[in-house]
């Protein structure tokens, strides 16, 4: 149903004849170009990491040989997904402690089993299968924080997905970094660590709260990022309570507090940003610091509701996550992007406060340019990374396809997810993962999982 | 992880050495009956179309020959959800109009396209579309309110569906119902027409709301549905707008309108009941009146949040639906139970507001007794219908799994669902859909779509 493009997609069209490593055909193409069309009977021409030619099928008949050919017929054609919040190996807490009031699910059931139960194995093994989750629902970028860090890494490595990966900062004793005091100590060699390791992996940091971490730990994370030109996450204004925590400490709201502090920089990630005054939207968007929404996670432990609408009339880049699994249960953001619409127009009782289209945006490209990386990603244009997925679309829940955002925001899921391509390397084929070991990441879960409940009970 | 059940679930074993017709072994049973904790390594037998034993497989070694033996370790076993509230062959406008505001979306979009493209045959194919999407996540039974009823029914009755199938009745000219002085003469040779057609199959009446049918075709719906001893459907109290002309028209809120007319019956099934005062509340309860919860369409249309926590505390019976896909967009109650714990959520600010636990009573149990179905179906019990399915677990994003009711509700999709089971009879094995041609009927709601494009663009 979806018209046939009338943008320029082709900027270039190299020597392709003998050169396309992957060649994605027939499929309709929403490129996430500001502007264009859906493009049906599309053509994509992989080479190495890159998308090197966009065309269409009705003007090519006779494709160049290569490597693979994905025949895209009856799917849709887009950019990879970027999960631009997530605590990965969260996973292993998975539907461990729900409906409870957020300070017992935090203080008694979450914290302790952190505590208890992760390490540099079990955050490992835990990453991988949130790994494995993601790339089967579409995610090809995650943001991530955590501690254990140098695991989270060796897992997304082996699995072949992007990251930013930021090591936990707090000024309490924490997984991994038992001596607060040590925290950026901590942080900056993380980063030293992993920063030329790989062109998939942007290391970071996490400041957790600025009610858990002092104006002295909040100002040198930043500096360290701004060293290293990194983007900093942290999380903001996600309950009244740390609000009000933030408002006596400082007698301002936390933004203004940030501003005192001379911390809304443009490389500034603040997640959640539920309790928001406009005020402090307008001077967020002034400073052009990037925010995360995470609907269902704010849902799930009744945090509020974030400001989405007004962000975005204000012009303020707002990128989408999951969260963690424990708030969530799950990573798919096709989820989370269908819980961002309804939820905006529901709290506002404006069924236009928050269209498809935008929140497609929010999962793509201003998830990139969130995580400073829309030179690279967000988009399906030639020269940039080649980070995209097929998602079926010939299923009864995704037919009449009239609009190809209203499917994938309002009808699709992760399962629709048919294949996945990061950095020019198929991680996903036919709803297949083909680089990691799936039936031994779920039986190595369930051991840890055993032993979690075990030592939980007794 | 979950616990052997302690409670007794064999309630009767006859002969079944040499009479079961399915036996499903080795998954975790949730049998949804008050107390029952889950039950692993069950089995379950199955001879025409009753559940005739449930036991434990520890126990039994051997077992009887079957038909069909269905393996379901790695998998829970629950009773086929119910859809409390669909209008089915709105499938057809899935995707077709959002993100536009209430009366716009219904009267310049919606409205018009229904008068224009619905007719005998485009409701049949939409119903088999929606039937395919229903069944292959998981919905054994829906209660369906539309038009053209008589070709929902075809397309249930060859789907294999359970049904509720309720002729609109509404004080304007409707689809199939263009002279509105007749629209209770046309339900009641609905009802007659089909009440003795199959087991699987209830006819019966939809009120389309207060401000839209008039008092005395209020009271006549009822009558006729109290003669048949049938539910009648009405929306109620979905939007503020309506609340206010009710309360124009009649001077009273809405429930006291009903109460006042004499309505408030318990065959009456109130569905979305959003705008509601805790008076109202109570005297539904009083009354046994059923509701069904629709959250992801009250949100996606912007209509507001029902007070689904304090229903339940008063002790309501309160089943769930996902609505018409034109509002939602599409028919996958695991989604909506999601959308409905976290909905109450963040509504009150109270985690604790609504348990997963209480969502899936909503989508099994009480969605039986609010269809006047409870004594044959909702439950997996010794002589109850075998109406149920098994979900697999063994995917990354359903481990681990702790609570099997916090998998179901918070992480769980439709797509999730592996095996259904509609009295006796196994629709859906190993996800492939054993009794509709799926690849015909796509392909005929797609020549429905690009003429609705079409005739729409000219």
């Given at each position: 149903m979806s018209k046939q493009g009338g943008a320029k997609h082709t900027a270039e069209s190299p020597d392709t004849e003998s050169r396309a490593d992957i060649i994605i055909k027939g499929g309709t193409l929403l490129?996430?170009?500001?502007?264009?069309p859906p493009l049906t009977q599309a053509v994509v021409y992989i080479q190495g990491d890159k998308i090197v030619h966009i065309g269409s099928l009705d003007q090519e008949k006779i494709l160049p040989h290569a490597v693979e050919t994905i025949n895209a017929s009856g799917a849709l054609v887009m950019p990879g997904l970027i999960n631009a919040h997530c605590h990965t190996a969260m996973t292993l807490f998975r539907g461990f402690a729900d409906d409870l009031p957020l300070k017992q699910w935090l203080f008694e059931k979450i914290f302790p089993a952190e505590a208890k139960h992760l390490s540099p194995e079990s955050v490992y093994t835990a990453a991988l299968l949130g790994s494995a989750e993601m790339i089967r629902s579409g995610i090809t970028t995650v943001s991530d924080a955590y501690y254990y860090q140098d695991s989270t890494i060796k897992a997304f490595h082996e699995s072949g997905i992007r990251a930013v990966v930021a090591q936990g900062v707090i000024d309490f004793p924490a997984p991994g970094v038992p001596d607060p005091s040590k925290n950026l100590k901590v942080g900056r060699e993380f980063i030293e660590r992993w920063i030329h390791f790989s062109d998939l992996i942007t290391p970071g940091l996490f400041c957790h709260s600025l009610v858990t971490c002092s104006e002295r730990t909040l100002r040198e994370a930043m500096e360290i990022s701004q060293d290293f030109s990194l983007p900093l996450q942290l999380h903001l204004s996600e309950t009244l309570e740390e609000v009000r925590g933030v408002e006596k400490k400082s007698g301002l709201k936390p933004v203004f507090y940030l501003e005192k502090m001379g911390l809304l920089h443009d490389r500034l990630v603040a997640v959640h940003a539920v309790h928001m005054h406009e005020d402090e939207i307008d001077l967020l968007t002034e400073r052009d610091v990037k925010v995360v929404h995470a609907p269902q996670s704010n849902m799930k432990l009744a945090s509020g509701v974030s400001k989405v609408g007004y962000m975005l009339r204000r012009g303020l880049c707002v990128g989408i996550g999951t969260d963690g699994a424990a708030s969530n249960?799950?990573?798919d953001l096709f989820q989370e992007m269908d819980s961002a619409a309804k939820l905006s127009k529901v709290s506002t009782l404006d069924p236009t406060s928050l269209h498809a289209e935008a929140v497609l945006k929010m999962a793509t490209v201003w998830g990139a340019r969130a995580l400073g990386l829309e030179k690279q990603i967000g988009t399906i244009e030639v020269g940039k990374k080649a980070d995209l997925i097929i998602v079926d679309t010939e299923s009864p829940h995704l037919l009449p396809l009239y609009s190809p955002a209203s499917a994938l925001v309002y009808s699709a899921t992760g399962s629709d997810v048919r294949d996945v391509i990061v950095n020019g390397k198929i991680l996903l084929r036919n709803r297949s993962l083909l680089g990691l070991d799936l039936p031994r990441i779920l039986n190595d879960v369930k051991l840890i999982a055993r032993k979690i409940v075990g030592q939980t009970a007794s």
């Amino acid at each position: 149903m979806s018209k046939q493009g009338g943008a320029k997609h082709t900027a270039e069209s190299p020597d392709t004849e003998s050169r396309a490593d992957i060649i994605i055909k027939g499929g309709t193409l929403l490129s996430m170009v500001e502007g264009q069309p859906p493009l049906t009977q599309a053509v994509v021409y992989i080479q190495g990491d890159k998308i090197v030619h966009i065309g269409s099928l009705d003007q090519e008949k006779i494709l160049p040989h290569a490597v693979e050919t994905i025949n895209a017929s009856g799917a849709l054609v887009m950019p990879g997904l970027i999960n631009a919040h997530c605590h990965t190996a969260m996973t292993l807490f998975r539907g461990f402690a729900d409906d409870l009031p957020l300070k017992q699910w935090l203080f008694e059931k979450i914290f302790p089993a952190e505590a208890k139960h992760l390490s540099p194995e079990s955050v490992y093994t835990a990453a991988l299968l949130g790994s494995a989750e993601m790339i089967r629902s579409g995610i090809t970028t995650v943001s991530d924080a955590y501690y254990y860090q140098d695991s989270t890494i060796k897992a997304f490595h082996e699995s072949g997905i992007r990251a930013v990966v930021a090591q936990g900062v707090i000024d309490f004793p924490a997984p991994g970094v038992p001596d607060p005091s040590k925290n950026l100590k901590v942080g900056r060699e993380f980063i030293e660590r992993w920063i030329h390791f790989s062109d998939l992996i942007t290391p970071g940091l996490f400041c957790h709260s600025l009610v858990t971490c002092s104006e002295r730990t909040l100002r040198e994370a930043m500096e360290i990022s701004q060293d290293f030109s990194l983007p900093l996450q942290l999380h903001l204004s996600e309950t009244l309570e740390e609000v009000r925590g933030v408002e006596k400490k400082s007698g301002l709201k936390p933004v203004f507090y940030l501003e005192k502090m001379g911390l809304l920089h443009d490389r500034l990630v603040a997640v959640h940003a539920v309790h928001m005054h406009e005020d402090e939207i307008d001077l967020l968007t002034e400073r052009d610091v990037k925010v995360v929404h995470a609907p269902q996670s704010n849902m799930k432990l009744a945090s509020g509701v974030s400001k989405v609408g007004y962000m975005l009339r204000r012009g303020l880049c707002v990128g989408i996550g999951t969260d963690g699994a424990a708030s969530n249960n799950d990573l798919d953001l096709f989820q989370e992007m269908d819980s961002a619409a309804k939820l905006s127009k529901v709290s506002t009782l404006d069924p236009t406060s928050l269209h498809a289209e935008a929140v497609l945006k929010m999962a793509t490209v201003w998830g990139a340019r969130a995580l400073g990386l829309e030179k690279q990603i967000g988009t399906i244009e030639v020269g940039k990374k080649a980070d995209l997925i097929i998602v079926d679309t010939e299923s009864p829940h995704l037919l009449p396809l009239y609009s190809p955002a209203s499917a994938l925001v309002y009808s699709a899921t992760g399962s629709d997810v048919r294949d996945v391509i990061v950095n020019g390397k198929i991680l996903l084929r036919n709803r297949s993962l083909l680089g990691l070991d799936l039936p031994r990441i779920l039986n190595d879960v369930k051991l840890i999982a055993r032993k979690i409940v075990g030592q939980t009970a007794s």
